[in-house]
């Protein structure tokens, strides 16, 4: 009986070994399968997630910095540009006014001239005088007869008294007839008409002032023929600029017709004017 009783009690206890083992049999494939689940399970997204971010934080510092260097580039070409640029500019600045006023000056020169030749007008006669140095008094009773050498009348003329001699009888160096233009005009031509006598010296000067000293001279002769044209040209124009003009007799001219025997030498003019 208790052999009996030993050899249940081993039985059982070898059953109850034999399901224990069964079921740490059972257990232990579970146990082992998990981690290989828990692998592909969702816990790698954090992981994934990871790596998608420090992925497009790497491309967006990439990004980042390609775009600094490309503003710092910008910046450099300009910078460069409005260096170099402003250099080229300096010196085509520099350069360009020599260029052009050493090309443009004969131009310059030119559009001066054009522009003062418009500007001035043609001579208008405001007065005529009558000027004797050292005897104003000479002939001073004909004064009032002036203004018929200017009156566009060649037919109505001025005449000096008559003398006996080319001098003025003695009693005087020289007579001047003084143009007074309106203001300072461009003169290219100055006339006399309606003259009757040969012989004689006359001058012919324009100036700016009534001071006979102060005036250019024009030209120089003796009276031929019953008008005198003179053509005024200056040093380096057609033409000279002034407000007055002068007719200086130093020699009177022998009377062609209606003269005395005894004073021969007079002056006549009929018209005394400037173009």
């Known amino acids: 009986g208790a052999a009996a009783g030993?050899?249940?009690a081993a039985g059982a206890g070898a059953a109850a070994g034999a399901g224990a083992a069964a079921g740490a049999a059972a257990a232990a494939p579970k146990a082992s399968t998990f981690p290989a689940a828990a692998?592909?399970?969702p816990a790698q997204d954090p992981q994934v997630d990871e790596q998608d971010e420090e992925e497009s934080g790497s491309k967006g510092t990439r990004l980042l910095v390609g775009a600094v260097l490309l503003i710092v580039l910008v910046v450099a070409v300009v910078f460069a540009f409005n260096f170099?640029?402003?250099d080229k500019n300096t010196t085509a600045d520099s350069t360009s006014p020599t260029s052009v006023e050493s090309s443009?000056?004969?131009?310059?020169s030119d559009k001066e001239k054009e522009s003062s030749e418009p500007s001035l007008p043609a001579p208008e006669i405001a007065d005529v005088s009558r000027l004797v140095p050292g005897n104003q008094q000479l002939n001073s009773e004909t004064d009032d007869r002036l203004s018929k050498m200017t009156d566009g009348n060649a037919s109505s003329a001025y005449a000096t008294y008559s003398f006996?001699?080319?001098d003025f009888g003695g009693f005087a160096s020289n007579m001047v007839f003084i143009l007074e233009l309106e203001e300072k005009s461009k003169i290219s031509e100055v006339n006399l008409e309606g003259l009757n006598g040969t012989g004689?010296?006359?001058e012919i000067l324009v100036g700016e002032s009534d001071d006979l000293g102060d005036a250019k001279s024009v030209a120089k002769g003796s009276f031929s023929g019953p008008s005198v044209s003179v053509t005024v040209k200056g040093d380096d124009k057609d033409h000279m600029e002034g407000n007055h003009v002068f007719l200086n007799i130093t020699e009177l001219p022998r009377k062609a017709s209606g003269g005395n025997d005894s004073r021969?030498?007079?002056l006549q003019i009929g018209e005394f004017s400037a173009k």
């Open 200 to 202: 004689g010296d006359y």
């Open 164 to 166: 006996t001699t080319a």
């Open 104 to 108: 443009e000056k004969p131009s310059e």
């Open 84 to 86: 170099l640029g402003g």
């Open 264 to 266: 021969p030498f007079g």
């Open 39 to 41: 692998k592909n399970a």
């Open 6 to 8: 030993a050899g249940a």
